[in-house]
T-cell receptor, first 119, second 111 residues
Framework: NAGVTQTPKFQVLKTGQSMTLQCAQD?????MYWYRQDPGMGLRLIYY???????DKGEVPNGYNVSRLNKREFSLRLESAAPSQTSVYFC??????????????????FGPGTRLTVL | RKEVEQDPGPFNVPEGATVAFNCTYS??????FFWYRQDCRKEPKLLMS???SGNEDGRFTAQLNRASQYISLLIRDSKLSDSATYLC????????????FGPGTRLSVLP
C-alpha cells in the first residue's frame, strides 16, 4: 500500500496562474482533507470530503476549490494563485464511520506534502 | 482565544530526561484527542490517541483533563530520535469532519 500520495512535491507559480494539487489514497478511506501549514500556525483545514460525492468548506477555503473525483482521489485547485497561498499543503484521509475502534476510525493518514511558492 | 493552544517551545532537554507538554482546548464539547508527531519538513504521523482514562505506550503517556480542558503528553527517558514537533489535535465531534490542530511544540533532545 502506498497510503496517501500527493503530486507535485514542489511547485513555483506566478501570481494569477492556476494549478491543481492531486491527492490519492489506497486505503479505502471514506473521508479526505486538504490542509495548509504555515510557520507558527499549525495545520488549517481548507476543505474536506466526508464521503464520496460530498465536499465542505473548512476554516480557510477562500481562493480554493476541490473535487472528490471518486473514493480514492481528492484534488485541490487554485484558480488564480496569490502570494498569500505560499504554503505547504497536506492531504489526509480517515476511515471515519465504518465500525471498529473510534480512535482508529479518526486516525488521519497524511500525504508527504506539496511545497508551493507563489511569486 | 484560539481553539487549541500549545507552548511552541522549543524545549531543549538532555538525553534521558523526562519532558511534558500541555495542550489546552476551548471547545468543552470536544470528544476525541490526539497527539501527532511531525519531523522537520515531513508529514504529521499519529503518535497516540488520548483516552479519558489516560493511556501509555512505552515511554509515552497521554492524559486528558476534561474539567480543565487540557491534554498532556509525557515523554520519559528522552532519546535523540524524539526530537520533533508534537501537534495536539482535537476533534469536536466523533464524525471526523473537523480536526483542529494546535501550532505544535518543538522538542530538541540534546546529546
Amino acid at each position: 500500500n502506498a497510503g496517501v500520495t500527493q503530486t507535485p512535491k514542489f511547485q513555483v507559480l506566478k501570481t494569477g496562474q492556476s494549478m491543481t494539487l492531486q491527492c490519492a489514497q489506497d486505503m479505502n478511506h471514506n473521508s479526505m482533507y486538504w490542509y495548509r501549514q504555515d510557520p507558527g500556525m499549525g495545520l488549517r483545514l481548507i476543505y474536506y470530503s466526508a464521503s464520496e460525492g460530498t465536499t465542505d468548506k473548512g476554516e480557510v477555503p477562500n481562493g480554493y476549490n476541490v473535487s472528490r473525483l471518486n473514493k480514492r482521489e481528492f484534488s485541490l485547485r487554485l484558480e488564480s494563485a496569490a502570494p498569500s497561498q505560499t504554503s505547504v499543503y497536506f492531504c489526509a484521509s480517515t476511515r471515519s464511520l465504518s465500525g471498529g475502534a473510534l480512535s482508529e476510525a479518526l486516525r488521519q493518514y497524511f500525504g508527504p506534502g506539496t511545497r508551493l511558492t507563489v511569486l | 482565544r484560539k481553539e487549541v493552544e500549545q507552548d511552541p517551545g522549543p524545549f531543549n532537554v538532555p538525553e534521558g530526561a523526562t519532558v511534558a507538554f500541555n495542550c489546552t482546548y476551548s471547545n468543552s464539547a470536544s470528544q476525541s484527542f490526539f497527539w501527532y508527531r511531525q519531523d522537520c519538513r515531513k508529514e504529521p504521523k499519529l503518535l497516540m490517541s488520548v483516552y479519558s482514562s489516560g493511556n501509555e505506550d512505552g515511554r509515552f503517556t497521554a492524559q486528558l483533563n476534561r474539567a480543565s480542558q487540557y491534554i498532556s503528553l509525557l515523554i520519559r527517558d528522552s532519546k535523540l530520535s524524539d526530537s520533533a514537533t508534537y501537534l495536539c489535535v482535537v476533534n469536536p465531534d466523533n464524525y471526523g469532519q473537523n480536526f483542529v490542530f494546535g501550532p505544535g511544540t518543538r522538542l530538541s533532545v540534546l546529546p
